[in-house]
């Protein structure tokens, strides 16, 4: 089971304008089919970015001092105004992508926001970071 459909493809990046997702499905039913073969093509995504493969991957997945990450891979993970993979702040990174927050939950947009943020900041806006 997959992300649920774009209302438009603008940009393979996810950065593209749109409106998000359907509502024909809500994102607990596509967190519930979540599968091991989803959480492992994050790596792949997550490397594709030009920034330090291992180092992203320990952000979101965990370290020895953070050991769940900032998701633990759970591209739905939500705390406090925080989103997806690399748990972005949607109020502080309204700049960045097109559409509501939920947006965030897209694994292509949350990486592509995240690697804005490292390229501005380095790791240090996260908690769980290398």
Request: glycine share 14%; aromatic share 10%; charged share 20%.
């Amino acid at each position: 089971m997959g992300l649920p459909p774009r209302q438009d493809d603008a940009a393979d990046s996810g950065l593209g304008r749109g409106s998000g997702y359907t509502t024909e499905r809500s994102i607990a039913e596509y967190r519930d089919g979540l599968g091991p073969q989803v959480v492992t093509g994050f790596r792949d995504l997550i490397c594709s970015l030009d920034w330090p493969c291992d180092e992203a991957l320990a952000v979101v997945y965990g370290t020895p001092n953070c050991p769940n990450g900032e998701s633990g891979g759970d591209p739905y993970a939500y705390n406090g105004g925080c989103y997806g993979l690399f748990q972005i702040n949607c109020a502080s990174h309204r700049d960045k992508f097109d559409g509501p927050c939920e947006r965030l939950y897209e694994p292509g947009v949350n990486v592509a926001v995240a690697h804005q943020i490292w390229l501005d900041q380095g790791w240090g806006p996260w908690t769980c970071r290398p």
